[in-house]
């Protein structure tokens, strides 16, 4: 069995896991150093996207969601039809945008599963 695979629990995880604290992300947003409506925001490792819901949720520019794992990216984008997130299919240490495309990179239960050198020079690229 592979504990990193969640494709046979997506559409549960999706429906029944708990959320993340608002405060986080008002804390994460007054550091943008630019207004939230004028700012693009990528979440990686988004899997159904709880997180992106939020950070969607605040009126952001733009939202992007990343997601390696098929079952949960599709679970998200369904779950996400009424949001303007686009959904991308990627990883912590690929994410397929452009250098400098975004103010704000997130993962906000995931980072321990990219190869940390990897992942932050990508995250550091794209930001």
């Known amino acids: ?18 959320g993340y604290a608002e405060s986080v992300l008002t804390a994460l947003l007054s550091l ?3 207004p939230p409506n004028r700012a693009e925001a990528i ?10 819901r939020m950070i969607a949720s605040r009126g952001l520019a733009r939202v992007t969601a ?41 993962m906000a239960s995931s980072f321990h599963r990219v190869d940390f050198d990897n992942g932050t020079r990508e995250f550091h690229r794209i930001l």
């Open 43 to 52: 979440d990686v490792g988004a899997g159904t996207g709880l997180w992106t």
């Open 66 to 106: 990343v997601e390696p794992n098929d079952a949960m990216r599709a679970v998200g984008e369904d779950q996400t039809k009424s949001l303007q997130i686009t959904w991308l299919k990627g990883s912590g240490e690929l994410v397929p945008l452009n250098d400098a495309c975004c103010d704000m990179v997130s």
């Open 32 to 34: 943008l150093g630019t």
């Open 1 to 18: 069995m592979d504990f990193g695979d969640f494709s046979s629990l997506a559409e549960s995880y999706g429906k029944y896991r708990q």
